[in-house]
């Protein structure tokens, strides 16, 4: 088995059902799908059902928490080359096979990330870089995205499970991170990574509008990346930027009299220092 996606899913059926269509378009078809239910119910049989004799699919159940249901899925994968796709990203036809291109042109890497864009094309997070390199620690904070990352099954034995007290749906503060987290101990552990820009996936913007629950998702995903800062030891210069950039986000958007926008930067700044200011107990 060439690939092992570990496709969590809680609350969507709609989106479900085209992450599995685009998957069942891929030009590589040495794959399986190890579907990671959080739902109470039954909703996704009618979608799972549609594409068990199109590809390898297996369902099995999790407790909630995005980093607790990739843990549940890991020991379920066969193959080669691990990702983890949002149930909410889709794949162009192409991405298994340019994927797969680029872990055999390149045995010293570990992990590869690839890069986000909207349904439109544009890409996520403004211009990203022209051309292949190698990932640093900085690249990790600004190009890795979880449903853009792939990696070889022995790195991920390597680096052990996703810290379960980040990410969505975990119960704790920390609501984002765990691929951060996940790469940043990759680098840790001596693991090279690569980043293809030609790897795209696409996501659709998850904050369209600032409203109660995206400032809510703000504050919550600044805790979690507070949270990794601190956990890694970052450098005073990587802790400065993590925190200048919201604040410049907020002056930016209040002098263009956008007010919602300002206040949800303020709530990513105030997160991410409560983050980094945590002093942890027994058990965080």
């Not at 690569?194 to 703000?218: M, Q």
Request: glycine share 10%.
């Amino acid at each position: 088995m060439r690939f092992s996606l570990v496709l969590c899913t809680v609350g969507r059926i709609a989106e479900v059902g085209r992450m599995m269509g685009s998957l069942a378009a891929q030009t590589l078809r040495d794959f399986e799908v190890i579907v990671v239910d959080q739902n109470e119910d039954a909703r996704l049989a009618h979608v799972m059902e549609q594409y068990r004799e199109r590809m390898n699919v297996r369902v099995i159940r999790s407790a909630p928490g995005l980093s607790r249901a990739r843990n549940t899925g890991l020991p379920h994968c066969a193959g080669e080359i691990l990702g983890f796709p949002d149930d909410d990203c889709w794949y162009p036809p192409h991405l298994l096979e340019t994927v797969s291109r680029n872990f055999d042109a390149r045995p010293d890497i570990g992990f590869l990330t690839g890069r986000w864009q909207y349904a439109d094309g544009r890409d996520a997070f403004g211009r990203w870089p022209a051309r292949g390199r190698y990932v640093s620690v900085d690249h990790v904070w600004t190009r890795a995205i979880s449903f853009t990352i792939f990696l070889r099954r022995q790195a991920a034995e390597r680096i052990g499970p996703f810290d379960e007290q980040l990410g969505v749906g975990a119960g704790t503060p920390w609501g984002a991170g765990e691929e951060t987290d996940y790469l940043l101990r990759a680098l840790e552990c001596g693991i090279r990574g690569w980043h293809d820009p030609a790897c795209i996936v696409y996501h659709p913007d998850p904050v369209p509008t600032v409203n109660e629950r995206t400032l809510a998702r703000a504050l919550s995903y600044g805790r979690g990346t507070g949270y990794v800062l601190r956990k890694h030891a970052s450098s005073p210069r990587m802790i400065l930027r993590a925190l200048g950039r919201p604040l410049a986000g907020a002056a930016l958007a209040a002098a263009m009299l956008r007010w919602p926008l300002a206040r949800q930067r303020l709530l990513v700044l105030k997160g991410r220092w409560v983050g980094l200011t945590h002093r942890p107990h027994s058990g965080d």
